[in-house]
């Protein structure tokens, strides 16, 4: 059944000046990204006691994506709070460039999967893998020299700008990382002030037991997303090995995953929910689209208000994915979700 939910949006946020926050760090990058930039907001997304917030790969399509960009892309959607993605992190850290198109190699993954791939196309695939190795293993070893400082000076420069990250999120914590670079990507976490960091559900008990483990010795959760494969019983193995293991739910892949009753699972697994990424699907029923909020069939005001009069603390993440319409940006809809939500817990 479709989801009826369509809170009335309202601006509930002034707008004020980018500052040393934006447009100061770097302005050339900044001026030549979307104009929206000119007329941020307040960053103020804590409302009514829950904190929303915005992952940082909502803004991927923008071409700069430097952490002192990124930083004006949240400040000019209204956000305080965020899950950093390990790029803009690590990049600015120093991080060696990666030779890849990603989004090409991804495209064929995609394609080898659902079988649609050329002889020439599995070619291309098998030698954009073997660089990728190579260049996986020059970046583990960036990793062992590198320290924290940079990622101290990123916290502080967020924090200065009001923006604080909650949740980090490198590609470091798979089976093909060492044990090396897993736990420096935790300690980059707790160095960006983060109380978690975030990765795929590896479906690999061993590898959560593992995760869980070295997440407690440094204080940091580790906090599990899934798509399409979660259930109410998705995260229990690796939540009875550790309690430094987490959910990092993602209520619109568990909604078109099929689950019914998603709000039974906030309530059962709220206090093991580190954070929350929200975006609007379909059930299968109806498409699994990813669509404009409002108009699928996920819970996002019910789940809001359930945080609400709960009070429970774990941040609800923006996680931009609906094809973004002609004429609009990343920074645009990243501004109507957050009035959505302003909406909902009004």
């Known amino acids: 059944m479709k989801n009826k939910q369509n809170p009335n949006r309202r601006q509930f946020l002034s707008t004020a000046a980018l500052g040393a926050a934006g447009l100061s760090l770097t302005p050339s990058g900044l001026f030549a990204g979307p104009a929206i930039l000119k007329t941020p907001r307040k960053a103020i997304s804590m409302i009514n006691g829950v904190q929303v917030g915005v992952i940082t790969y909502s803004f991927r399509s923008l071409p700069d994506q ?17 899950e950093l993605m390990g790029d803009p992190a690590e990049a600015f850290a120093g991080k060696p460039e990666n030779p890849i198109d990603r989004r090409a190699m991804f495209s064929l993954m995609r394609a080898q999967r659902e079988g649609g791939l050329s002889t020439n196309q599995e070619k291309e695939l098998e030698e954009m893998r073997e660089r990728m190795a190579a260049y996986n293993q020059e970046v583990a070893a960036w990793r062992a020299q590198t320290s924290m400082e940079p ?9 200065d700008a009001g923006v604080s990250i909650y949740a980090f999120k490198p590609r470091a914590f798979g089976q093909d990382n ?6 420096w990507g935790i300690r980059a976490a707790k160095a960006l002030g983060a109380s978690h960091v975030t990765l795929e559900h590896p479906s690999d008990d061993a590898h959560t037991l593992k995760l869980g483990k070295m997440g407690a010795k440094h204080g940091i959760f580790v906090a599990y997303h899934g798509h399409e494969q979660q259930t109410p019983t998705f995260w229990d193995t690796a939540l009875r090995q550790s309690t430094f293991n987490a959910l990092n739910l993602d209520l619109g892949h568990y909604v078109a995953a099929g689950n019914a009753a998603p709000l039974d699972l906030i309530r059962d697994k709220f206090y093991r929910i580190r954070s929350m990424h929200v975006k609007d699907r379909q059930t299968p ?36 994915e609906y094809a973004i319409p002609d004429g609009s940006d990343p920074i645009a809809e990243v501004r109507k979700c957050l009035d959505y939500c302003a909406g909902a817990l009004g």
């Open 66 to 82: 430097s952490a002192e960009a990124t930083l004006g892309y949240i400040k000019a959607c209204g956000i305080n709070a965020i």
């Open 151 to 159: 990622f101290e000076k990123i916290r502080q420069m967020y924090a």
């Open 178 to 183: 060492t044990d090396a670079e897993i736990d």
């Open 285 to 320: 029923e109806n498409g699994k689209g990813n669509v404009v909020w409002g108009t699928g069939d996920t819970p996002i005001g019910a789940a809001l208000q359930l945080m609400r009069d709960n009070r429970y603390d774990f941040p609800a993440t923006i996680e931009l």
